[in-house]
């Protein structure tokens, strides 16, 4: 049934780039938990995944490794910094989320005019990092990029797991999460740990922006819309819960691709917002989220 | 001999409102000092103020050391421990792993207090696993205090620890706490139920409207007549 094949096909690489979403919907929930701010400059942490990794690797014939490890080291540097340099005043100031809010949104819009300046707007691509044909399973043909995505993003949500299940400081993150004062009141740094987070998001954020890269391309331009869906999808998961927020990338990432079969892929972005009005209408607490009120 | 705690003209806002206004205080080593005082009178502002979880105006001496200007997290690993109003424990996560993230200021050696901690409240070795959010609020109490008592305080502060609770399950949390004491440890206790605490606290300070408007001294009793003038007059 050639029908079938074609449908498992969509979902197969829909799932891929709802892994993608996915993880840049954990950013935005391991920064909301430790902090209760939404950050908008996340998918500016997505976009210099892939435009870093693309001019270490072009322009200094660095090895596509090395130049991926550069570029989480830079979001990850941009990260703490919007911390320290942004987040951090304005909470000692005791500023509205609102302004915290906006303030991470002219991040984003300071990080993705300096990469215009520096790298121009042209479309870059990455080779897959696993230089191989692709995978045969039965009539379904997996890229191999698709497939290093599958499996990089299910090692970095099982890792992420046993980070704030198994170690002090993860615990201590998710105690933060629940309730800052009683957090504060047993020792823990609260602030340091939202440095944490910042940071970690960063690397998440890069991770999925060098991993979409050679699947599609990227520009100065292509963190805000990464950030839309990683956004919808945190939603759809929960907000503020790290693997609600994954599955909540996976149903968008399929819902865009069966979109694009049907209807033409004008009409994902139609879907998307389709997916996520339901939620907020007949699920609000999103897939795995305690209801809030 | 230094006090474990002393506070000097404590002063303590919300934004423009003022809620302490210049509070004289004082816990000696070993000590279990009481806090009374009616709905709104600042008896939780001032342990915020304590604890550097309100902006605070005055003196607050910590074993001679001046912590005024420390954040809570840093007061905290000092020993300064206090248990909130609402006791604060992490629902979401199970009663072990709350009392591991007691242990925090500790790092390492915890498991021996984790001992001593299980032996004052058994009824927590049987609920480990369970998630913190799903015990009574009993249990719920015990697991504060066992959390606290992971940091090993040198001052432990409680926030109406009986609050909620049945008179007996109440006396009997304030029962593991005269415990605590006799055993030298420090104790600063706020409790609107006066008759319970003065039958343990050595001293008390009655707060109204952000002032301390009475203080008995060692060995002395308020009488229900005065307690009663003390909260309504
Ligand atoms: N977060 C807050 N913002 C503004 N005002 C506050 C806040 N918390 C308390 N107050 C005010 O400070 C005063 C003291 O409140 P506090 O909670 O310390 O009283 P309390 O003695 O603990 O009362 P209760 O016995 O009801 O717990 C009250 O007038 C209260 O309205
Ligand atoms: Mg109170």
């Not at chain 1, 993880?23 to 998918?43: D, E, P, R, T």
């Not at chain 1, 989480?72 to 915290?100: C, E, N, Q």
């Not at chain 2, 409680?158 to 005269?178: H, K, T, V, Y």
Request: hydrophobic share 50%.
């Amino acid at each position: 049934m050639p029908e079938a094949t074609l449908l498992l096909q969509f979902l197969v690489t829909g799932a891929g780039t709802g892994c993608v979403y996915g993880l840049v919907a954990i950013g935005f929930c391991v920064i909301y938990n430790a902090s209760g701010i939404v950050n908008f400059a996340q998918g500016s942490f997505v976009m210099l995944g892939g435009v870093v990794t693309y001019s270490l690797w072009h322009a200094l014939h660095l090895p596509l490794a090395v130049a991926a490890l550069g570029a989480i080291i830079v979001s990850v540097a941009l990260g703490v910094l919007t911390d320290l340099l942004v987040v951090r005043p304005l909470w000692h100031r005791r500023a509205t989320m609102f302004v915290m809010i906006l303030a991470t949104l002219a991040v984003q819009i300071v990080v993705e005019r300096l990469t215009l300046i520096v790298v121009g707007d042209a479309p870059m691509s990455l080779p897959p990092i696993l230089s191989r044909g692709p995978i045969h399973l039965g009539p379904i043909v997996l890229d191999t990029q698709v497939a290093f995505i599958f499996a990089v993003s299910l090692l970095l949500v099982a890792g992420l797991r046993l980070f704030f299940t198994r170690t002090a400081t993860g615990r201590a993150m998710r105690a933060c999460s629940i309730d800052r004062d009683a957090a504060a009141l047993l020792g823990i740094p609260v602030s340091r740990l939202v440095a944490v987070g910042f940071a970690l998001s960063a690397a998440i954020g890069a991770i999925a922006g060098i991993l979409v890269t050679p699947t599609q391309y990227t520009a100065y331009n292509l963190g805000v819309p990464f950030a839309i869906s990683g956004f919808i999808a945190a939603i759809l998961g929960g907000f503020g819960n790290p693997f609600g927020a994954f599955l909540g990338g996976l149903m968008l990432g399929i819902t865009q691709s069966l979109a694009t079969v049907a209807f033409g892929a004008g009409t994902r972005n139609v879907f998307s917002l389709a997916v996520l009005l339901i939620f907020l209408l007949l699920r609000p607490q999103g897939l795995l989220g305690t209801a809030k009120t | 001999m230094t006090a474990l705690l002393e506070l000097q003209g404590l002063h303590a806002c919300y934004g423009q409102v003022e809620a302490l206004h210049g509070v004289d205080l004082s816990v000696g080593a070993g000590e279990m000092v009481a806090v009374l005082g009616p709905n709104g009178a600042g008896k939780s502002t001032l342990l915020r103020a304590v604890m550097g979880q309100v902006a605070t105006a005055g003196s607050i001496r910590f074993e001679g050391a001046s912590v005024a200007y420390a954040p809570t997290h840093r007061r905290a690993a000092l020993g300064m421990v206090m248990v909130p109003e609402g006791r604060g424990i992490f629902g979401p996560m199970t009663v072990d792993e709350n009392l591991s993230l007691g242990g925090w200021t500790q790092r390492g050696c915890v498991a021996a207090q984790r001992g001593r901690v299980l032996d004052l409240f058994p009824r927590l070795r049987e609920r480990l696993g369970q998630l913190a959010g799903s015990l009574s609020g009993g249990e719920q109490q015990m697991l504060a205090i066992g959390r606290a008592m992971m940091m090993q305080p040198r001052l432990l502060m409680l926030d109406e620890p009986s609050l909620g609770l049945a008179p007996r399950l109440a006396a009997a949390i304030l029962e593991a706490l005269g415990e605590l004491n006799r055993n030298g440890l420090g104790i600063l206790l706020v409790e609107q139920r006066a008759p319970l605490a003065l039958r343990l606290a050595r001293r008390a300070y009655v707060l109204r409207l952000g002032n301390v408007v009475a203080q008995t001294q060692p060995g002395e009793t308020l009488t229900q007549d005065q307690l009663g003038r003390l909260y309504l007059a």
